[in-house]
């Protein structure tokens, strides 16, 4: 009995020294990463879920703006980075629902009503993709190229009327790096 005591007083008194309050100094010319250091602040999570949309990495995307959430709540900004998530990830029917929260807040940014034009466009609603489009369009004051093009295709869509092979187009859905999706004709 006593010798478990001094064995488990032994091995506290060992782990006591591995406490990590000191950060260990970076050797440049070492092979391994250097270690964490805790004095500092997290990067915010909504800078790191649009990093992660940038990249592609929606379902980590996804999960940085969740942790955002927990830390700032439910903001019109993080509703449409997960909208944003969940469409490059094909769920439409949550991107729908988060990007509709976002562009709740007159405060939206034309790329949240950007993304939910092309969002109404890939489900077939043209008519409310257009003016989710034409809303995204006065919010940029016509300087953002990509918006203007998704727009214009829109009302391309909506005018047409019947069906006419050579108007026919293969189109895909494409983003570029600030989560702005647009329909681009696919190449033969």
């Given at each position: ?68 959430a ?12 997960l ?38 466009i ?67």
């Amino acid at each position: 009995m006593i010798r478990a005591a001094i064995a488990a007083l032994t091995c506290l008194s060992v782990l006591g020294g591995c406490t990590g309050l000191t950060t260990p100094k970076f050797d440049p010319a070492s092979p391994y990463s250097p270690g964490v250091d805790r004095r500092k602040d997290a990067v915010n999570g909504v800078v790191v879920g649009h990093r992660l949309l940038a990249a592609k990495q929606y379902e980590l995307a996804l999960d940085a703006f969740t942790r955002a959430a927990s830390d700032e709540g439910l903001t019109p900004t993080i509703y449409a980075g997960l909208g944003a998530a969940n469409f490059g990830l094909g769920r439409l029917g949550q991107a729908e629902q988060q990007l509709r929260e976002a562009v709740k807040d007159t405060a939206a940014a034309p790329e949240t009503w950007n993304n939910l034009g092309m969002l109404l466009i890939d489900t077939g609603r043209t008519p409310e993709a257009t003016e989710a489009l034409r809303r995204a369009f006065a919010l940029s004051n016509g300087e953002n190229d990509e918006i203007r093009d998704n727009l214009r295709m829109a009302l391309a869509l909506q005018s047409k009327t019947g069906y006419d092979p050579d108007l026919e187009q293969e189109l895909d859905l494409v983003r570029d790096g600030r989560s702005v999706y647009r329909l681009r004709q696919q190449e033969p």
